[in-house]
């Protein structure tokens, strides 16, 4: 089994994120998650959605090292079915802990996709933070985007940094 897995969170499977990812795939091995494709709802105090896709897919997750998330920049932030994923984090906190603690040393990056380079740090701050409550290693991030529909020169080195940043780790 490869040691990574990137878990894909945009809300078409064929757009620019896609694309990107895509390009990414030819100098990184890792496996694929696309969280469009599963029933994953919002998170319940009440724990009454604990038979949906999220637990099957963390027992997944922790047999990897490296975590990868790429998302698109919607309204400033990750998408909406990235933060669902990340709210639902709560139950390997609570009804799952075991699940929580097999997180802690596993490597996270992220990838963000927008229209263009106006990308500001702040952006990847609730990963870098969820990360260290995980007791996660957080290595890195880019942003992304695309002209003309095709991936600039300036992205394609950024794409070629970030596959390395998970080969040297
Ligand atoms: C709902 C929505 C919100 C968006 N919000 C932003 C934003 O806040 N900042 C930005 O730069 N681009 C924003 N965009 C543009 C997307 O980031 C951009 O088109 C991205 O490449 C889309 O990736 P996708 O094809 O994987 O969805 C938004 C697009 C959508 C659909």
Redesign the pocket.
């Known amino acids: 089994m490869t040691k990574r897995i990137l878990i894909f969170g ?3 499977n064929d ?4 694309t990107i990812v895509n390009c990414l795939k030819q100098s990184l091995d890792f496996d694929l998650i696309n969280l469009n494709g599963l029933n994953i709802s919002h998170f319940d105090y009440k724990h009454q959605n604990r038979d949906d896709d999220f637990l099957p897919l963390m027992r997944k997750v922790i047999g990897y090292q490296q975590i990868i998330f790429a998302t ?5 932030t990750m998408s909406g079915i990235l933060k669902v994923f990340f709210d639902r984090l709560t139950d390997c906190l609570t009804i799952e802990k075991d699940l929580g603690r097999k997180l802690r040393n596993k490597q996270m990056s992220v990838l963000s ?4 380079d ?1 990308q500001n740090e702040e952006f990847f701050l609730p990963f870098i933070l969820s990360a260290e409550y995980l007791g996660m290693d957080y290595i890195g991030n880019i942003h992304t ?2 002209e003309n529909e095709k991936i600039p020169n300036v992205v394609k080195n950024r794409i070629t940094y970030f596959a390395k940043l998970h080969s040297t780790n």
Do not use: C, H, K
């Not at 757009?15 to 896609?18: A, E, F």
């Not at 698109?72 to 400033?76: E, I, L, S």
């Not at 996709?113 to 263009?116: G, Q, V």
């Open positions: 945009s809300s078409r757009g620019n994120t896609s698109p920049v919607y309204w400033y996709t927008s229209n263009d106006s985007w695309l």
